[in-house]
Nanobody, 127 residues
């Protein structure tokens, strides 16, 4: 059974930084695109960013320039570096794995291409 386990969430002041990690048991991890989504209370889950098998990245406009997705294939791990955090970034953050390969990165902005999801980690940004 494939597992994705997020870690690194917590409480941080506005303007601060956090780095989330997601380690997965996906056997062919290097072939997967790895995405990050978030869900705030009372809101729908929304796309944050993604890194494909080639290392190309794509971000939601709301986080562009502040968040960075990276991966370490040797560790089966994807990271989300979050800088200049704002109170509106408060949410549960989820990582997800997609076996779907495409050059059209915007396709990864929807939940459909993802087969596996983590349980989420809470990020709270205080003002």
């Amino acid at each position: 059974q494939v597992q994705l386990v997020e870690s690194g969430g917590g409480l941080v002041q506005a303007g601060g930084s956090l780095r989330l990690s997601c380690t997965t048991s996906v056997r062919t991890f290097p072939t997967y695109a790895m995405g990050w989504f978030r869900q705030a209370p009372g809101k729908e889950r929304e796309f944050v960013g993604v890194i494909n098998r080639s290392g190309s990245t794509y971000y939601a406009d709301s986080v562009k320039g502040r968040f960075t997705v990276s991966r370490d294939n040797a560790k089966n791990t994807v990271y989300l570096q979050m800088n200049s955090l704002k109170p509106e970034d408060t949410a549960v953050y989820y990582c997800a794995a997609s076996p779907f390969g495409t050059q059209s990165m915007e396709i990864y902005g929807k939940s459909g291409p993802y087969d596996y999801w983590g349980q989420g980690t809470q990020v709270t940004v205080s003002s």
